[in-house]
Each structure stands twice: as C-alpha cells, then as structure tokens.
C-alpha cells in the first residue's frame, strides 16, 4: 500500500463590486489553485503559507479550512486540504494566472480532484451572493 501524499491548496479570492473573482495559475495545460506538498514536519496552515510564498509570493491574512479529501490518480494516493482565502488587492502582475467568476471557472480545464472543490464554491458563491452585504460574509469567515 503506497502512502497518502499529503497537499495544501489555498483559494484566493477578490471581492470586486458584487463579484467574486477567483485566482487560478496554469500549469501545463490545466488551471490549478496554487499549493503543494506538505513537507514533513509541516501543518497544512505552515504548508498553505509556505506554498502560497513561494508559488504567489503572497500570504494570505484571512484563510479558513473549508474542506478537507482524499483522491487517487493513476495509484497515487492524495489527501487534500482546502482553505478559503481572502485578497484584498490584485497580485503582482508578474504573477502567471487568471482572476475569474464562478462560471469562468466551471469552464476551466482543471485537474479531476478539483471537481470536489468546484462544487463547493458554486454553493459558496451563491451564499456569498446572497448577502446584503458581503463584508458579512467575510466577518463569519474570519471567525
């Protein structure tokens, strides 16, 4: 039985107006959230911080754990954390990567484990869109 691979993935998203922009980087052919491996010895939160740093060179203030599962491909084995996280401007424009909506993203031709995330954020960009306010949002997401 081959080991669980362990991987931090952060979302960042960007609240402009009434959209919710998420931000994808390629890789290869695909669109992927930024993350990586956790290194031994590390937590997923020192893992998220670390990737994030190195892929985006940012660190993110406001992240929140919002789905954690386990995918195989071709019998490699993977074990996924998934935050949540909050920009509160553009990233550097030296930074590979797209800023789309929630049906831009749909479109993407993503990484199969990203499925399960998909969803999730189609439920949560309906919620986040059913604030009055989303400030809101983000104050429940910070707590």
């Known amino acids: 039985m081959q080991d ?6 952060g979302i960042p998203t960007l609240l402009e107006g009434d959209k919710v922009l998420f931000f994808v980087q390629p890789r290869g052919e695909f669109w992927e959230f930024p993350g990586g491996k ?3 010895g590390e937590i997923p939160l020192q893992a998220l911080d ?3 740093q190195e892929e985006i060179q940012w660190r993110p203030t406001i992240k929140k754990l919002i789905r954690t599962f386990h995918y195989s491909y071709d019998e490699k084995n993977f074990i996924f ?5 909050k920009l509160d401007s553009k990233l550097s424009v030296s930074i590979p990567g797209r800023y789309v909506e929630i049906e831009e993203l749909l479109k993407l031709n993503m990484w199969k484990a990203n499925e399960i995330i998909l969803s999730d ?9 059913s604030q009055s306010d989303w400030r809101v949002f983000w104050n429940q ?3």
């Open 81 to 85: 954390f998934v935050f949540l996280t």
């Open 121 to 129: 954020l189609v439920l949560w960009n309906a919620e986040i869109k």
């Open 38 to 40: 956790i290194e031994a």
């Open 4 to 9: 669980n691979k362990l991987v931090s993935l």
């Open 141 to 143: 997401i910070q707590e």
């Open 50 to 52: 670390r990737e994030l």
